[in-house]
């Protein structure tokens, strides 16, 4: 009579079906993986367009409401006043002279200024609503609203 003694290894078939289940389980951590490191700059975008959008808005908001010197600006460096700069389209963030700020030249800002009257009706005062629009290749729109008025 002969005596059967209990194997300690695995099946073929037990391995790869052990193949297929850590197979899958890898390739969903490593989706989730590449999802997250593919979007991990997104943030730092997103941050550094607001804070182009708030310098420009804040450079806009401290010039004079009506124009103090004419119409007479050449450039952006001449800008003395907030309706001169309705219609700046810089393709990339420039300092208050136009130069280019190093780094950051993937965003495009657009500026547009619009004569608006706030207030109840009857005592409405004049002001200018300023929207600054900072887009990125990697992000959609981003849109800061100030209002200057004449005070």
């Known amino acids: 009579m002969r005596v059967w003694r209990s194997s300690a290894g695995v099946t073929l078939v037990e391995l790869i079906v052990a193949m297929v289940i850590i197979s899958i389980a890898l390739l969903g951590v490593l989706a989730v993986m590449h999802f997250t490191t593919s979007r991990s700059a997104d943030p730092m975008i997103q941050h550094q367009a607001l804070a182009i959008a708030e310098a420009y808005l804040e450079e806009i908001l401290l010039q004079s409401f009506d124009d103090p010197g004419g119409a007479t600006e050449a450039g952006r ?75």
């Open 77 to 151: 460096a001449d800008f003395d006043d907030v309706n001169d700069y309705h219609g700046l389209d810089d393709g990339g963030a420039r300092d208050r002279q136009g130069v280019a700020l190093v780094g950051l030249t993937d965003y495009r800002v657009r500026v547009s200024v619009a004569n608006e009257n706030l207030g109840p009706s009857g005592s409405e005062v004049p002001a200018r609503k300023i929207r600054v629009r900072v887009s990125h290749s990697a992000m959609g729109d981003l849109t800061l609203v100030g209002y200057r008025t004449a005070y």
